[in-house]
Structure formats: structure tokens, C-alpha cells
């Protein structure tokens, strides 16, 4: 099964825009509702429902954040590694630094917002002009190093997961560029060896280094080869939605039970989810009905904000509770499950039309400056004037 001839995959657009929004989804219940995560340990908030959803096989797929973010690193492996291999005449070293570029645009804008928050409760606090600029120095330090470098999180929780889109961006690329000069059976056996590499070490950081290269295999694997399943495809997502739904934050049980690496129990979830991100794809692969459908205009406008869904969903989350907290009496109103919709309503409008707006005027400010520092940076055409 040939690759589309054009340079977007559209339908991983789409599927990328999903699981930013299901990341959001994930970390509002894990506030509002944390049984829907920890399960029994923590009392039910939602008669109940939100104890089922934490150890449900299939169901408890749409909160359970931590396999949205290894299918968001994998499709950012895969399409890393489309772009690469479609590429071909451009510079690697160029096209990876207007990444880095871009990226470094994003977390500054988001880094301003976060300091302006710490700003004003600074400076309602009485504290003197030494702390902002003090905080200033490390702001600054995070958005050009440790967030792209470190995954530093000191700044604003979400920043953790960039640096695994931008180094595993860097590798993947990397890895791909060899498809320039070498045949694709040993472009796959590369990627694969790297793959298997990561999975051996037995962390979790380091599974999420692996989902992004299971994206790059998968890429390169089904350019030079074709993946067909036939009618077997659906196989593939029963067990996508089965894996994917692998419990995280409790112990698991029933038919999840039989599944616990015994010499790796604490990594489990996080090699099912990645396992069940990698079947997922494989199953779009295989299906165009599905690849259309995540193709359709709601989910490409999607796509297009993914990013500024996924670093935004935080400050969304805590705007709306601010805004709620003006608007509601102070004990937050009688119900609680019907003042946390009022607030999930608040908090996704909050976050889509902020992160609509960013990419519509914010992205396209840093797009020019990024190809003004790249054009001052080529070398100036100097035959003409000799």
C-alpha cells in the first residue's frame, strides 16, 4: 500500500488533532474526576462512572490520557519521517532547525503567558524587581534550552512531552535520511534495531523515546514495503482499543490482569499504550474508510491547532476555573458534577478559540520571522557583482 504522492498525510492531521483534544479531556477528569484514573483508590465523583472508566477494557480508552500521548509521539515519528524522505533536496541540517525554530516560538509565547501570571502575583505579593528578573533569567533559559533540550517543566507542566517531539524529530529525521543513499530494507532494519534499542532499557522516559521511532519504522516500513492486512485490519483495531486502554495510574485486573510484564510491572501501561498507538496506525493504514473519515474538515481544523491545543489545554483548564469561580457562589454551587460540566464547556471554548486564534494570527507572525532568520542566514550571492 503506496503512501499518498502529495507531502501531507491529512487523515494524521486529523488523528493528531484528536489526541491533543483527548490529552485536555484526560487531564479534566484526572482534576475533577480522579477515580476516573486511580479507580477505587479515590472516591467516585460521578455515580460511579468515573471508578468503571479507570479499568474498563475499550471504554476507558477516552481517559486514558498517557495512550493519546504515545500516539501523538508516534504520529510525530511518522510524519518526521514523511517529510524527510519526501524532502530530498533540502538540507537536513536547515529543515531541522527551522523545526527547532518554531517550536522555540511556541513555548515563548506560552512561556510570556506563564510569566505574566507569575508577574502579577509577584508583584501583588510585594516582591521587588530582583525576583522578576531573577524568574525572567530562567524563563529564558527554558524557552531556548530546557524545554526543546530537557523537557523542563518548571515553567508549565505540558512542556514535558516537546522535547520528545523535537530530539525524536531530530533522530527520526536522521534515521530517514539515510533512505537518500541506502535501500529502504536497511533504512527498516536501522529504525528497527534503534526501536528495540529503547525498549530494552526499561524506563518509561524511554518508551516514549521508542513510540517516536516506532513512528519512523512504521513510515519507512510501509513506504519501501506496503503493510496490507486485508480483512484481518479490523483485528488490529480491536486490539488498538484493548491495549490502548491498559490501566495507568492503579494495579490491573480482570482482563487486563494477564498482561503485566512481570520484570517490568510499573513500565506496563506505558509499552501497551505505545504497542496499541503503533496497532492503531497500522489499522489506518489499512483502512481508507477510516483515513477519510479523519481526512474530514472538523478534524483537519484540528490538526492544524494540535499544538496549540496541547500546549494551551492547561491554561485552559485553569482560566475556566478562575472565570467560574467569579461567576458561581463560593462553595461552587450544590452539584458538583453539574458545575464541573459548566467548567469542562468554559475550559474547552476557552481553548479552542484561543488556541484558533493563535494559529491564526500568532503562527503565521512566527512563520516570517523564522524564514527572516533563515534568509539572513544564506549566503549572500555575490557572482553578480564580480
Aim: aromatic fraction near 16%; charged fraction near 10%.
Amino acid at each position: 500500500m503506496s503512501e499518498q504522492k502529495n507531502n501531507r498525510l491529512h487523515w494524521l492531521d486529523g488523528m493528531k488533532g484528536a489526541a491533543a483534544v483527548l490529552i485536555f479531556f484526560h487531564h479534566f477528569m484526572l482534576g475533577k474526576f480522579p477515580a476516573s484514573f486511580f479507580g477505587s483508590q479515590k472516591p467516585s465523583m460521578l455515580y460511579g462512572v468515573d471508578t468503571l472508566l479507570a479499568s474498563c477494557p475499550f471504554l476507558g480508552i477516552i481517559v486514558n490520557g498517557n495512550f493519546f500521548v504515545h500516539l501523538f509521539l508516534l504520529i510525530s515519528g511518522y510524519v518526521m519521517a514523511w517529510q524527510t524522505i519526501q524532502m530530498k533536496s533540502e538540507r537536513l541540517g536547515l529543515f531541522c532547525f527551522k523545526r527547532y525554530l518554531k517550536l522555540v516560538f511556541a513555548i515563548a509565547v506560552c512561556a510570556a503567558i506563564a510569566f505574566a501570571e507569575f508577574a502579577f502575583n509577584a508583584i501583588k505579593d510585594g516582591q521587588g524587581l530582583g525576583a522578576l528578573l531573577k524568574e525572567a533569567h530562567k524563563f529564558f533559559r527554558a524557552i531556548f534550552i530546557d524545554v526543546p533540550f530537557c523537557g523542563d517543566i518548571r515553567i508549565y507542566g505540558p512542556f514535558w512531552m516537546l522535547n520528545y517531539i523535537f530530539l525524536g524529530g531530530i533522530f527520526v529525521a536522521l534515521i530517514s535520511s539515510l533512505a537518500w543513499t541506502l535501500d529502504g530494507k536497511k533504512v527498516f532494519l536501522a529504525a528497527a534495531v534503534i526501536v528495540l534499542a529503547l525498549y530494552a532499557s526499561l524506563t518509561a522516559q524511554n518508551v516514549h523515546w521508542a513510540s517516536v521511532m516506532l513512528g519512523c519504522a512504521l513510515c519507512l516500513f510501509n513506504a519501501f514495503y506496503g503493510v496490507q492486512f486485508g480483512k484481518a485490519a479490523l483485528l488490529l483495531l480491536l486490539a488498538a482499543l484493548f491495549f490502548g486502554s491498559y490501566p495507568t495510574g492503579l494495579i490491573p485486573s480482570g482482563a487486563f490482569k494477564p498482561f503485566v510484564f512481570p520484570v517490568a510491572a510499573d513500565f506496563s501501561p506505558y509499552y501497551w499504550h505505545s504497542f496499541a498507538s503503533f496497532l492503531l496506525i497500522l489499522f489506518m493504514l489499512n483502512c481508507q474508510a477510516a483515513r477519510n473519515f479523519l481526512s474530514k474538515k472538523a478534524f483537519l481544523a484540528l490538526g492544524k491547532i494540535s499544538l496549540w491545543v496541547y500546549i494551551l489545554h492547561g491554561f485552559s483548564i485553569s482560566w475556566a476555573e478562575r472565570l467560574l469561580g467569579l461567576i458561581l457562589p463560593e462553595n461552587g454551587g450544590q452539584n458538583y458534577v453539574l458545575t464541573a460540566g459548566l467548567s469542562f464547556l468554559t475550559a474547552t471554548a476557552i481553548l479552542l478559540l484561543a488556541s484558533l486564534a493563535m494559529a491564526k494570527f500568532i503562527t503565521p507572525l512566527g512563520n516570517k520571522l523564522v524564514e527572516k532568520i533563515i534568509g539572513s542566514m544564506a549566503p549572500s550571492d555575490t557572482s553578480a557583482a564580480n
